[in-house]
DNA sequence: TGAATATATAATAAAATACTTATATAATTA
DNA sequence: TAATTATATAAGTATTTTATTATATATTCA
């Protein structure tokens, strides 16, 4: 059973105001299930590197990614410490995996495996 | 338990940029157990008459909502055989109820009560 | 049928968002 | 330590969204 945690109309707006850009949302669902650099959205998205960077930047601000830094790339991930993850959380549960996009990369030899 | 019907990734996006906004949101709660008509929303959101139409507008245009018209009014409500009602109740059982604006218009008498 | 009321639409202006190009920062490695 | 690589940020521009003002449409009622 899912959990409905309460949350302020504002604040609900401004989350699903992020999520309703096609590539944000995508990144979120991916980050659903994995950890990923910037140059592999990159790559997955045909976005330029600051374009992505700046969605993710969005994403940041309001605390739903964070980022882990190691050598020279930064691992994106969901911030499952966030008030608003459950919420979140229940609406990329409706949304079809997106995690097909990193097998293609890991196919063509791109995919960043960590450590 | 929830019925979690998985949706496209864009028409996601759509419907959450759509209720990405503080008062189309707001709205869609209070629709989600009434039917008002649009000068009680122009009242409850102290909005301007064109605005409010013009976001009920993008709410019918993917159907989200649907309209009723009895004499001058024209009474809006959530359209439950949408494909994607289901996605969005789930989202709006997160937020907390609105109702309490529309007790507010009846107190000052400036409900449209119906028939 | 004409006036009044509720709502919609069109045109425009203002504000917010997203993308591009250029540059900065931080880590790595030769 | 200089060159390279990954990422971030800033500035400018283009695009999209929202609100405003003016006007049109539809219904009711005198």
Same mark, same amino acid.
């Given at each position: 059973m899912d959990?409905?945690?309460?949350i302020e109309m504002e604040k609900a707006a401004q989350i699903l105001k992020l999520l309703g850009d096609k590539t944000r949302? &995508?990144?979120m669902k991916l980050l659903q299930n994995n950890e990923c650099c910037v140059c592999e959205l990159v790559e997955i998205y045909?976005? &330029?590197? !600051?374009? =992505? &960077?700046?969605?993710l930047r969005k994403l940041r601000d309001i605390e739903l990614v964070k980022e882990r830094r190691q050598g020279h790339w =930064? *691992?994106?991930s969901? @911030?499952?410490? @966030? &008030?608003?993850?459950? *919420?979140v959380l229940? =609406?990329?549960e409706?949304? !079809?995996?997106?995690d097909g996009r990193l097998n293609e990369l890991e196919k063509q030899g791109l995919r960043i495996s960590c450590c």
């Amino acid at each position: 059973m899912d959990v409905k945690v309460q949350i302020e109309m504002e604040k609900a707006a401004q989350i699903l105001k992020l999520l309703g850009d096609k590539t944000r949302l &995508s990144m979120m669902k991916l980050l659903q299930n994995n950890e990923c650099c910037v140059c592999e959205l990159v790559e997955i998205y045909k976005a &330029s590197q !600051p374009a =992505i &960077s700046q969605h993710l930047r969005k994403l940041r601000d309001i605390e739903l990614v964070k980022e882990r830094r190691q050598g020279h790339w =930064i *691992f994106y991930s969901l @911030n499952k410490e @966030n &008030s608003y993850y459950q *919420f979140v959380l229940n =609406i990329l549960e409706s949304l !079809p995996s997106e995690d097909g996009r990193l097998n293609e990369l890991e196919k063509q030899g791109l995919r960043i495996s960590c450590c």
